[in-house]
């Protein structure tokens, strides 16, 4: 490394380091620095250039209190167009720092520079944040941790310590390559080679010398794991040899406490856990395995890493655990029927229990003709039979400046054909293409139901909703019934997301309100998915008055 690269890299760290442990002062704004540069790093046993956040795969942590203002300056060093999204981030009235390409902003340019600049209002907890652009999230993301105001406790036991646990996949080959080698053909992407975490698989077969990543603990305390799961494509398990998980926390949100063996988490997902160390000295194994209930090809490999008891012999067995069997859809259920909102005094369950938009929303896959893949179709998906169709210009920009031609707001609020969703699939597979977007008025309240279809085959699907969080009231197997499972939905403490699944060959119901001016994209959180078309957006209409409308774009605002 020469000495200018070696300067740069430590003025990024300086600046990472200043601006990772919060002052005394809440309200304050945090200052950080992307680099986005190409990297040499080795997993597998072998090496291979990545495209990072300043040289770290996971990326930095950003670390601020709620009602902080955080502002990132993003430099772009790779030859790939990049932009950032700030996962789970309610970016009230600053959409412009929202991030997802050709959305809310255009990328990032090669050699291009775009400060993102949004305030941390009343959330706290587990966020992170990823590139939003091609599949470059594979490698380029991480943690953000929202602590709460100065003088204002955990709503549970303060654990010793905090650990953000970044769970992922990893490619042997480059991930655009394989995205645009699938592309090419109109089928499915090769899986990943095998799972990480914290940027780790732990030892395999292929990689012995790889030791794995180890968290440290003190016998006795109690320690906090903040976990994500930036996979690409696949649900996980997450489980700890002889040690049980207390939930307290998904998507930024406080949970009513309960205790597992075995948490379940969706690509785009954060959970809480607190881990009580208990047991005697020694060296207990982390797994970290997929979860798919589908006749669908998914990575099998487990990552592992060790909870790792003071005094314990780097030499010591390790106690093992076994993943749960790849299609343990109970213990998927069991962990996900347990989440409830905490609901309480300080923090209340607001569910909207007055609904204006009612929305049967389909998603699922479909077939569509391709002249020069094989056997002359593609592999496509679609949001009511919408496959969704990327603009050249942002979205948001579209909207604010009324820019005409770029998309239009008749997104069927329900499938246009109805069928048996579940049952026998039609003899008609092809979608519809468009950029069509569903219009809210401010604080219009929503009830939408995602509903799977058997199109190819059912699958679960982690719907990732922008600009707002909302309360999951009602999950269930089969076609939705609006008068007999209605009756069924929690209203009371219903838990609150912004990343969800929809079971395979099932539905869930979601509620929120549209407090939020915007554009805001909704998307399956399986990249592959979102890459064939399963993705729409909401445009919310501004309120009355400056505090119900959107802000003007920042001046560095990247051009397309």
Known sequence: MDIKTWLQFVIVAMVFVASTFPSSVEGRIRHYKFNVVMKNTTKLCESKPIVTVNGRFPGPTIVAREDDTVMIKVVNHVKYNVSIHWHGVRQLRTGWADGPAYITQCPIQPKGTYVYKFKLTGQRGTLWWHAHILWLRATVHGAIVILPKLGIPYPYPKPHKEVVVVLGEWWKSDTEAVINQAQKLGRAPNVSDAHTINGNPGPLSSCVANGGFKVPVDQGKTYMLRIINAALNE??????????????????????????????????????????????????????????????????????????????????????????????????????????????????????????????????????????????????????????????????????????????????????????????????????????????????????????????????????????????????????????????????????RNTVGVPAGGWTAIRFKADNPGVWFMHCHLEVHTTWGLKMAFVVDNGKGPKETIRPPPSDYPKC
Request: with cysteine; charged share 15%; aromatic share 10%.
């Open 235 to 496: 649900e996980l398990f997450f489980r700890i040899a002889g040690h049980k998980l207390t939930v307290v926390e998904v998507d930024a949100t406080y949970v009513k406490p309960f205790t597992t063996d075995t948490v379940l988490i969706a690509p785009g997902q954060t959970t809480n856990v607190l881990v009580n160390a208990t047991k005697k000295a020694g060296k207990y194994l982390v797994a970290v395995s997929p979860f798919m209930d589908a006749p669908i090809a998914v990575d099998n490999v487990t990552a592992t890493a060790s909870l790792h008891y003071t005094g314990t012999l780097s030499s010591s067995v390790t106690k093992l655990v076994a993943p749960p069997p790849q299609n343990a859809t109970p213990v998927a259920n069991s962990f996900i029927n347990s989440l409830r909102a905490l609901n309480s005094a300080k923090y209340p369950a607001n569910v909207p229990l007055k609904i204006d938009h009612s929305l049967l929303f389909t998603v699922g896959l479909g077939i569509n003709p391709c002249s020069t893949c094989v056997n002359g179709s593609r592999v496509v998906a679609s949001i009511n039979n919408v496959t969704f169709i990327m603009p050249k210009t942002a979205l948001l920009q579209a909207h604010y400046f009324n820019i005409s031609g770029v998309f239009t707001d008749d997104f069927p609020g329900k499938p246009l054909m109805p069928y048996n969703y579940t049952g026998t699939q039609p003899n008609n597979l092809a979608t519809k293409k468009g950029t069509k977007l569903y219009r809210l008025a401010y604080n219009d309240t929503v009830e939408l139901v995602l509903q799977d279809t058997g199109m190819l085959t059912p699958e679960s699907h982690p719907l990732h909703l922008h600009g707002f969080n909302f309360f999951v009231v009602g999950r269930g197997i089969g076609n939705y019934n609006p008068v007999t499972d209605r009756k069924k939905f929690n209203l009371v403490d219903p838990v609150e």
